[in-house]
């Protein structure tokens, strides 16, 4: 009862920040794309080709749906790891996805430098498979770019029209990566169990 008391004096102390709230308002959306590339990360051998074209063509996706980056580092990250992407596959024709309404920069920025981070966590699984690592997973993690992007979404405290956009293009963002695992052949009916 004195817990309740004291959140109630100090509601916003209580609330967990921005930050918090994006990455619990987005971590079913988030979950279901690991789900959908869970084959590759059992295995990651025979499903690297695929893989890197399905990363290809949400980045790709991800690229054509933001009209403009949040911040100038953070665009040309995405369009290290497209050209990353483009030079492991070498010029294979990939298939691109419709683009559709314009997501906002922030939600573009959260998946660009998730997907950045992620790369780290798979370069290290791809090391101890003994599978060559892809340049597009060479390339360390953005951690500063990572903490600006922290203080922007943070600094949305107060303003939750704003963030609630973020939260649902983030997810409108991870559909396009389903979309693409899809496109690819991952999480067909035939192959889940």
Known sequence: ??????????????????????????????????????????????????????QLTALTALRAHCARPAIEEDGEILDDLIQDLSNDLRGKV????????????EAVSYLTLGSRLGTEVIRRHLVHTGIRVPSAFGAGPPSLAWQAFRARINALEGEPAALDTV?????????????????????RPERTS
């Open 167 to 187: 939260i649902q293009d983030a997810c409108r963002g991870f559909s396009l990566f389903r979309a693409a695992a899809y496109l690819h052949g991952f999480d």
């Open 94 to 105: 990939i298939p691109v996805l419709p683009v559709g309404r314009a997501l906002d920069p």
């Open 1 to 54: 009862m004195l817990y309740q008391r004291v959140a109630a004096l100090h509601g916003a102390a209580s609330r967990p920040s921005p930050i918090s709230q994006l990455r619990e308002a987005t971590a079913a959306a988030h979950l279901s794309v690991e789900h959908v590339f869970a084959d590759f990360m059992a295995a990651p051998g025979p499903y690297l080709t695929p893989f890197l074209a399905a």
